[in-house]
C-alpha cells in the first residue's frame, strides 16, 4: 500500500444476535428440569388439570343429585370419599370443583395480568404527570384489603361468574400495574425505544413492540403468582357466602356446608381442603421455579 491509497474502511461492528424463541425456551425448560421444585409443581398442577378434565370418567355420580337416602355416609365401594349431608357424593363434587377453581380462576387471572400490565406499560412510557397520578391511585386502591374490596363489590352487584371474575381481575390490577412498571421503565430508556419514538411510533406499537417482548418473564411469573391469590380469593368468597352459589361444586362452598358435621363426615370438609391446599402449593412452587429459570426478582421489578 502507497501513502496515496486510501486507507481501508473498516467493518462496522455488528451487534450481538438476540437469542431465539426457540433457544430461550429449551434453556428455561432445562431449568425448570433442573429444579426439583418445579418439576413438582408443575407435576401437581397437571394432576390437578388432568382429575378436572376426566371427572366425568373418573366418578359416575352426579355432583349436583341431593340423595337424602345416602346422607352423611362415609368412605365405602360405593362412594369412595364418602357422601355429605344432602347425599350428593364428595368425590364427585371435589372433582367437579376443580373444573369451578381452574376455569374462573384461570379467567381473572388472565384479564386481571392483561388490563395491569397494559396500565402499567402505559404509565412506564408516559411518564409524567399521568405516571404520578397513577401512582398516588395505586397506592390509595393498594391500602384496602383484596378481601374487603371483594365482599363491596359482590354486595353491591350481586354474585355470578361475570361479577366474581371482573371483580377479582380488577382487584388484583393495581398490583400487577406496580411490578409490571417496575419492568417496564428499566426498559423505556434503551436505545431501541428512543429510535422508535424518533420516527414517530404510537404509545401502543412501541408497547407491543418493544416493551412487551422484553419483559414477558416478568408477565408470565407474575401470572404464576397471582393465579395462587386467585384461587384461595375465590375459595374465600364462596366460603363467605358470596362466590358460588349452591349446589355449585366449589371447594369453598362445601367446606363452608360441611363444617358443622365434620365430626361425622370429615371427608366431606378435608376433601376439598386437601384439594384447594395441594393446588395452591402446586401453583406456587411452579411460579418459584418460574421466577429463577428467568432470573426474575419480583422484589426487585415491584420496587
Known sequence: ??????APTPAPATAPAPASAGGRTIRTWRTL??????????????????????????????PVANSPSHALLGPGPEHWAGTDQ??????????????YALGVSAVSTVLG?????????????????????????L???????????????????GTGYPVIICAVAVVFVPQVVR???????????????????????????????????????????EFAMR???VVLLISSLSFLGFGAAPPTPDWGLMVAENRTAITVVPMASLAPIIALATLVVGI????????????????????
Open 227 to 229: 393465579a395462587s391469590w
Open 86 to 99: 344432602y347425599g350428593r357424593d364428595v368425590l364427585a363434587r371435589v372433582l367437579y370443583g376443580g373444573r
Open 33 to 62: 428440569r433442573s429444579s426439583r421444585t418445579a418439576v413438582i409443581g408443575l407435576a401437581v398442577v397437571g394432576v390437578h388439570v388432568l382429575l378436572a378434565l376426566l371427572a366425568p370418567l373418573l366418578t359416575p355420580h352426579d
Open 139 to 157: 397506592d390509595a386502591v393498594l391500602s384496602i384489603p383484596a378481601i374487603l374490596a371483594l365482599l363491596v363489590v359482590v354486595t353491591v352487584l
Open 284 to 303: 406456587n412452587l411452579a411460579s418459584d421455579g418460574l421466577s429463577k429459570a428467568w432470573g426474575v426478582d419480583r422484589i426487585r421489578e415491584g420496587s
Open 113 to 137: 395480568v392483561a388490563l395491569g400490565t397494559v396500565i402499567g406499560c402505559a404509565a412506564a412510557l408516559r411518564g409524567g404527570w399521568f405516571d404520578d397520578i397513577l401512582s398516588r391511585v
Open 1 to 6: 500500500m502507497t501513502a496515496l491509497d486510501p
Open 179 to 221: 411490578v409490571v412498571r417496575g419492568a417496564a421503565l428499566a426498559v423505556v430508556p434503551a436505545d431501541y425505544v428512543t429510535a422508535a419514538r424518533a420516527r414517530g411510533e404510537s404509545t401502543w406499537a412501541i408497547l407491543r413492540r418493544e416493551v412487551l417482548p422484553n419483559i414477558v418473564d416478568v408477565v408470565c411469573v
